[in-house]
């Protein structure tokens, strides 16, 4: 799963105007069923203004920090995770191969835009505008190229009921519908990327003979087989283990996100990174505060009477020096938890890795943009990414605190997740985040978090929520982060600035507010009284005229990067 803060959910911008492209003789229609001519092909013509939602963003890594063992190991995986961009392709929509293919041969200065966004989404339709075709007016199957295109929900249930020993298979992550001469039948991944897979699996082997480092050599060659027999428990169950190595490859199949059909299909994807472990040891750091953390929240005993037994999943922080396939299409991944398989999750845990240079570019093209526009030039000043990655730690380790099982009135005991229902989630993430700031003040007592940072650390608050808010109020992160904001600006510790029409932080009143805020979500979450949460929820989470002419301001900042990746192999 990808991070909570990482989700971005749909957005419309700008509707666009279909426009009729003239032909040209660079482009020739090739032959195919899935294709047009490029003449009768219609292009949405604000193709700039897509792009710019996405700042270009060179990926370097400084090789001469590797040593030349990590260097050797690091080619092989970046070669393999190439590959997996040909096979996304294939998932995604196959039709786009080819649209690909004339892009680039194409002589007119304008497909260049259309290539490069083409490319951003895998596909010629806009990711972050409801998949809206910017290139011709197909639609994108809901089911991407895991079903045939005509097929219906109900005849793939009917064909169920009829073949119940077919079902497994059929709805397992790991295969894809095919309609032959006889019916339906369900290709492994194995058998259906046969010649994209076999080349995978020979350069992790060739890494896993390169690498002294018995944990990453035993999960590399394991790797390689589980992705030739498509069984990858084995391999998911050594990621979780592995222990000292510096380079690391997450590559195979695992969200299900391209599939809006049935939710049903894994996509193929890599994470190529290496792991910083000088910020391994800091978080570890953080983590030795988690029981002061747990005493130090501002509510009644009752509300904080649970041993805190540590996270959900360990936290690693590694730098990206690759991605492929579907974390790689549209919005970047910052954080990632894996792996889903439930079986392993209860056998071995999760992960959850955050990719730090990701973190630190979108912080540079939006975060500090932002903050220059809604923010006071004072405070604007004082955002940084020290800030912003810290809080980001903590909201993770605040989700610890606080209380997961409730008693209701009635006696019956559940967790805070099924009393608070579809509020839960808005709930639990508002609460992270102000948690995890009401904490800094402890952490400065205990000299953890340097003393001076606490104006770095609320400005920083501050303006992540309008890059949180941006992205729509009516998910459970953004409508989360209205809340917060509502809350605090009724209490003062925001100042709207009418005539500069920017936000400034009121540092005398930040500390106070915070705390009440945190201790208003705990006890939400400690009574798990559903209409007490709507009721909440309904009083703070509108957006009033000046909070969304705030954040209409932000239009033409980049939404996300687009990655460039610098390697020499
Ligand atoms: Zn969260």
Redesign the pocket.
């Known amino acids: 799963m990808r991070?909570?803060?990482s989700l971005i959910f749909s957005l419309t911008f700008l509707a666009g105007f279909a426009l009729t492209l003239a032909s040209h003789p660079g482009c020739k229609a090739k032959t195919g069923k899935e294709e047009k001519s490029m003449d009768s092909l219609v292009k949405l013509p604000d193709i700039k203004e897509r792009l710019a939602k996405y700042a270009p963003t060179d990926i370097v890594i400084d090789e001469k920090l590797l040593a030349p063992e990590d260097r050797q190991v690091l080619a092989k995986l970046v070669l393999a995770a190439r590959k997996i961009d040909d096979i996304f392709w294939k998932q995604s929509y196959p039709e786009g191969l080819a649209l690909k293919a004339r892009l680039e041969q194409s002589a007119e200065p304008a497909d260049k835009d259309y290539l490069r966004f083409l490319n951003i989404n895998f596909g010629p339709f806009d990711r972050q505008d409801e998949n809206r075709p910017f290139i011709g007016t197909a639609q994108k199957p809901a089911g991407a190229g895991f079903y045939p295109q005509d097929l219906t929900k109900e005849e793939f249930e009917a064909y169920l009921k009829q073949h119940p020993e077919l079902r497994e298979t059929f709805e397992s992550p790991y295969t894809v519908i095919r309609r032959d001469a006889v019916g339906l039948t369900a290709l492994p991944y194995n058998v259906a990327y046969k010649e994209d897979l076999e080349p995978v699996a020979g350069y992790l082997r060739e890494a896993a003979s390169l690498t002294s480092n018995e944990s990453l050599k035993r999960y590399l060659n394991e790797k390689a087989a589980d992705l030739l027999s498509n069984d990858y428990f084995n391999s998911d169950c050594l990621w979780i283990d592995l222990k000292g190595n510096l380079v690391e490859i997450v590559i195979g199949p695992y969200e299900v996100y391209e599939d809006s059909f049935m939710g049903l299909k894994a996509s193929y994807e890599s994470y190529v990174y290496f792991n910083d472990r000088e910020e391994m040891k800091k978080i570890e750091g953080y983590l030795n505060f988690l029981e002061d953390m747990q005493r130090n929240l501002p509510v009644a005993p009752k509300y904080k009477d649970q041993k805190v037994t540590g996270l959900e999943s360990p936290l690693h922080v590694v730098v990206e020096v690759l991605t492929a396939g579907d974390c790689k299409a549209g919005v970047q991944t910052s954080a990632f938890v894996l792996p889903n398989d439930e079986r392993i999750r209860e056998k071995k845990g999760t992960k959850k890795v955050f990719l730090k240079n990701i973190m630190e570019a979108k912080f540079g093209k939006s975060l500090v943009p932002i903050a220059r526009r809604v923010l006071g030039p004072d405070d604007a000043a004082a955002v940084s990414f020290f800030a912003y990655f810290n809080e980001t730690i903590l909201?993770?380790i605040c989700?610890a605190l606080g209380l997961n099982y409730v008693t209701l009135p009635d006696g019956t005991k559940t967790t805070v997740n099924k009393a608070l229902r579809d509020l839960q989630s808005c709930i639990?993430?508002a609460k992270?985040d102000v948690v995890g700031v009401w904490n800094v003040p402890l952490l400065m007592e205990r000299g953890w978090i340097p003393a001076d940072k606490a104006k770095e650390v609320y400005t920083t608050y501050l303006a992540g929520m309008f890059r949180a808010m941006r992205f729509g109020v009516t998910e459970a992160?953004g409508l989360g982060t209205l809340i917060q904001f509502n809350y605090l600006r009724e209490r003062g510790a925001f100042v709207h600035d009418p005539v500069a029409g920017t936000f400034r932080v009121d540092f005398g009143k930040i500390r106070d507010a915070v705390k009440d805020l945190a201790a208003r979500f705990l006890v939400l979450e400690g009574d798990g009284d559903y209409d007490q949460v709507a009721r909440f929820v309904k009083q703070y989470g509108q957006v009033d005229d000046v909070t969304r002419r705030t954040i209409d301001q932000l239009k033409d900042i980049p939404v996300d990067i687009e990655p460039i990746f610098h390697l020499s192999y």
């Open positions: 991070n909570c803060n909201h993770e989700h639990e993430e992270a992160h």
